[in-house]
């Protein structure tokens, strides 16, 4: 058994609990000896993060052959059409190989959205559009390097979920602690 606390990490925090330069870290909103996480996201990502207190459950979540599945927010820059989400669920080739298909579905802005400070970056004519995407796999920077593939760069990004685990309600810088959580078989 293992203890999992779930946060949601704020934009412009590294995945990290120290920096030299001073910069914002998990530090600045974990204070429980022990846990590390399980994965990463990067400074200029949102959203769900897992931190364990168990070593062989820390790998588990974060090895890429259990194949976990990952559910992304995305607002891209422009407005997503059929051809391009008809590629991303089909699978790319990115300058690291080929991609596994995905679940990529265009949608509204999510009604929970908390805002981001500083904001996205606002053009008035150029819209925006939001994306749900599902993959099972977690490359650096790969759903960014996806949608600007498909000509539609991402300008926000916040994990919602990576397998069993959801963000369900965290605001930033909050964090949830489940006790004995189970996924080793």
């Known amino acids: 058994m293992a203890d999992v606390l779930l946060l949601n990490k704020p934009f412009d925090v590294l995945c990290q609990f120290t920096d030299e330069l001073g910069r914002a870290t998990l530090a600045d909103y974990i204070d429980l000896p022990g846990f590390y996480a399980a994965g990463r996201l990067d400074r200029d990502s949102e959203g769900l993060l897992i931190l ?4 062989r459950l820390q790998h588990y979540i974060s090895d890429p052959k259990h194949k976990l599945a990952k559910t992304y927010y995305v607002q891209v820059e422009g407005e997503i059409d059929h051809h391009a989400l008809q590629q991303l669920r089909q699978g790319l080739v990115l300058n690291d190989g080929p ?16 805002s981001r400070t500083p904001p996205v970056r606002f053009r008035a004519k150029i819209p925006t559009s939001w994306l749900k995407i599902s993959l099972r796999e977690g490359r650096n920077r790969q759903v960014r390097r996806m949608t600007a593939a498909v000509g539609f760069p991402t300008l926000r990004l916040i994990r919602a979920e990576i397998g069993p685990f959801i963000l369900d309600g965290l605001a930033p810088g909050e964090s949830r602690l489940i006790r004995d959580v189970n996924l080793l078989k």
């Open 52 to 55: 364990t207190n168990n070593g």
């Open 99 to 114: 991609t596994l298909p995905c679940i990529a579905h265009a949608i509204s802005e999510p009604d929970w959205l908390w």
